[in-house]
């Protein structure tokens, strides 16, 4: 008997060892058509490579790929309260902005509906990370500089976390882009998790 409890106590402080760092966490990823897998299926989605993976890496987090293709910042904005009832995340990562720049919406419209996006979730003690967007230069040197500074200047001010904008170092390889040259392809979605992959770590880890 008194081996057996020695033996027990063993196991459950070699348990206690390799316990989940994380413990168990819900992360969303809210964006819209990089992060949902245009042209592709969502399981062939860097999200989708990311889920698999971390069900052997990672098991303790739950990933959440709630992107739409096509979506807004108030679109998002919009669906928003549905997203936090049915996941109840411990964390969200923001991907948008990116539609509302190609369609010429006002850095104003454009920044004030993320924030209302950080506001509602820090409301809901839900950690926040947020991408970098950037768009075509042809709109305009002026306003694809105020579109880009919206992303450094909101998350200094909300105290989330800032994430460098994944495409950029994807678009610099045409045979990972589709043929509308907006959108990475399927042979670029592993490097997108890979790119991925810390950001998001270190946002379920954040205090």
């Given at each position: 008997?008194?081996?057996?409890?020695?033996?027990?106590?063993?196991?459950?402080?070699?348990?206690?060892?390799?316990?989940?760092?994380?413990?168990?966490?819900?992360?969303?990823?809210?964006?819209?058509?990089?992060?949902?897998?245009?042209?592709?299926s969502?399981?062939?989605?860097?999200?989708?490579?990311?889920?698999?993976?971390?069900?052997?890496?990672?098991?303790?987090?739950?990933?959440?790929?709630?992107?739409?293709?096509?979506?807004?910042?108030?679109g998002?904005?919009?669906?928003?309260?549905?997203?936090?009832?049915?996941?109840?995340?411990?964390?969200?990562?923001?991907?948008?902005?990116?539609?509302?720049?190609?369609?010429?919406?006002?850095?104003?419209?454009?920044?004030?509906?993320?924030?209302?996006?950080?506001?509602?979730?820090?409301?809901?003690?839900i950690?926040?990370?947020?991408?970098?967007?950037?768009?075509?230069?042809n709109?305009?040197r002026?306003?694809?500089?105020?579109?880009?500074?919206?992303?450094?200047?909101?998350?200094?001010?909300?105290?989330?976390?800032?994430?460098?904008?994944?495409?950029?170092?994807?678009?610099?390889?045409?045979?990972?882009?589709?043929?509308?040259?907006?959108?990475?392809?399927?042979?670029?979605?592993?490097?997108?998790?890979?790119?991925?992959?810390?950001?998001?770590?270190?946002?379920?880890?954040?205090?």
């Amino acid at each position: 008997m008194k081996n057996f409890l020695i033996k027990f106590g063993f196991i459950v402080a070699l348990l206690v060892l390799i316990r989940p760092v994380y413990g168990n966490v819900s992360l969303v990823v809210l964006g819209d058509s990089l992060s949902a897998g245009y042209g592709m299926s969502q399981q062939q989605s860097w999200v989708g490579v990311l889920q698999q993976r971390w069900r052997q890496t990672h098991p303790s987090i739950e990933l959440i790929n709630a992107s739409i293709s096509g979506d807004t910042t108030q679109g998002a904005l919009n669906r928003l309260d549905g997203i936090i009832k049915t996941h109840q995340p411990d964390a969200v990562f923001v991907e948008l902005g990116g539609n509302d720049g190609l369609r010429g919406f006002t850095p104003i419209t454009i920044r004030a509906n993320l924030l209302q996006i950080i506001n509602r979730l820090q409301d809901e003690n839900i950690k926040v990370a947020v991408s970098q967007i950037r768009i075509p230069p042809n709109y305009g040197r002026r306003y694809s500089d105020m579109f880009a500074d919206i992303f450094p200047d909101l998350t200094t001010s909300t105290d989330t976390l800032l994430v460098p904008f994944f495409m950029e170092q994807i678009a610099l390889s045409p045979e990972l882009m589709q043929n509308d040259g907006i959108h990475p392809n399927e042979d670029a979605q592993d490097d997108i998790a890979d790119i991925m992959e810390p950001h998001l770590l270190e946002l379920v880890r954040r205090k």
